[in-house]
Each structure stands twice: as C-alpha cells, then as structure tokens.
C-alpha cells in the first residue's frame, strides 16, 4: 500500500515470521557497526532507519510481524496496532487468496498514484490497470513461486499477459542472458491469464537452483574482482 507523489511515495510492508527480539538486536548492532542505519525510539518501539536523501524505516510490531516503508507510514501502522485497529476489508479479502502454506508470501492492494510510480519506474503503461497484487514462494522440491496481478478488466488482463510474454521472449533471446547462461531458466517460466487476473509460475527443480547460485556467485566474484594493474609497455605497473 502507498501513497504521495510519484517522486517520493510513501508505502509501507508488512511481514509476518520469526523476528525475534534476541535476533533483531543482534542484526540492528551489526548493521549499526557497519554505519548502516540509526536507530530510533518511537512509541514503545525502535526504528531501524537507513541512511541516505530518501531513508526507508524497518521495525519489529512484535516477535511475528515486522513493517518496512516510509517513516510516515511505517509510525501510521503501529499507532494503528498500538490503538488495536484491523485491517480493510479489502486487504482481508487478499489474504484469504494468498498461500499461506507457503514458506513466504505477500498481498498488496496499489492506489492510483503507487501505480502510476510503478508505470514511471518500468516505463509501461499495462502497469498501470494491475489493481492487486498476491504472491507466493515455495521451496519444496525446488522452487516454486507464483505472482497474481489482478487488472481493471478482462480486456486489460490479456493486453498485461501478451506485455509480459513478450519481454520474457526478447530477455531469453538477448545476447546478455545467453552469454551469462541465464535464459534456459526463463524456460520454467509460464504465463496465463483468466478474466482480470494475470498468473505467473516460475518453477526450478533443485538442481536448477543450486547451479543458478554457483552461477550467480561466479559472476559476482568476476564482478567484485579488482581491475589489473596498468603495466604500460615496460611491464612495471604505473
């Protein structure tokens, strides 16, 4: 959920899991060794703020749920559970379409203005008719996650679908993924769409998985690798 301008919307996430208190110190004091973040006091709670021109703030609600977003929003919500509120209707409705048998999942109902932030940060206009989002993440026997985008209309939902497959085609086609080894993982990928609501599935067996994380770390410490010396012609570095 969001809202303010396009720039700099104010949004908030709830998460539910094991965060514990014991852990959740244990994480902020690393992070604030690293100068990371700061903390701060508000309302019986401790915000974990990040450093920077546009901050995001993290805080524990209680040992199962935590909250990331905007400062505004995220002190919005535990006033909000400091007071005993409830959640809409609305997001009510989206849980109940969730898995929540799944090892993580998520819900979001987007406002206009989150959608046009969305449609201006991936510069497409399908975007901007997904009025829900409900997601889900699996790791029995591999992976298997699944995203469902509900649009304004049956007519909107087939244009969102033929949008994704068509960027998934040309990402599987592009000489980039092919070098890097990363397109035969798009394979597991499929599309489909039923009245307003658009699904994707993406599946990885366990082996697909552990080669695409040795492939990601190899990549990575080709990335992170120091560029050589410049010698020059006599062989001694400059």
């Not at 996430?13 to 959740?24: Q, W």
């Not at 993290?58 to 995220?74: C, I, N, P, Q, R």
């Not at 990928?189 to 009245?195: F, P, T, V």
């Amino acid at each position: 959920m969001g809202s303010g301008g396009v720039e700099h919307a104010d949004f908030a996430a709830i998460g539910r899991g094991g965060f514990g208190a014991g852990k959740l110190a244990q994480c902020v004091k690393l992070l604030a060794q690293k100068n990371h973040l700061v903390t701060r006091a508000y309302s019986g709670k401790t915000l974990l703020v990040t450093k920077g021109p546009r901050p995001s703030v993290a805080a524990a609600l209680d040992d199962s749920t935590a909250v990331f977003g905007s400062e505004k929003w995220v002190k919005k919500i535990i006033d909000l559970k400091r007071r005993g509120g409830k959640s809409s209707e609305r997001l009510a409705s989206l849980v109940k379409r969730a898995d929540l048998t799944a090892a993580g999942w998520g819900v979001a109902a987007l406002s206009d203005i989150s959608r046009s932030a969305l449609r201006a940060q991936v510069q497409s206009t399908v975007l901007s008719n997904v009025r829900t989002v409900c997601a889900s993440l699996s790791l029995d026997d591999g992976v298997l996650a699944k995203v469902s985008l509900e649009t304004s209309g049956a007519e909107e939902g087939k244009s969102l679908q033929s949008a994704i497959e068509k960027e998934i085609g040309e990402a599987k086609a592009s000489l980039q993924m092919r070098l890097l080894g990363l397109s035969q993982y798009l394979d597991g990928l499929s599309i489909s769409s039923e009245g307003t609501m658009v699904t994707g599935v993406m599946r990885l067996a366990d082996q697909q998985v552990k080669d695409l994380i040795e492939r990601t770390k190899a990549l990575l410490d080709l990335a992170l690798q120091p560029p050589a010396a410049d010698t020059g012609s006599s062989g001694v570095p400059r």
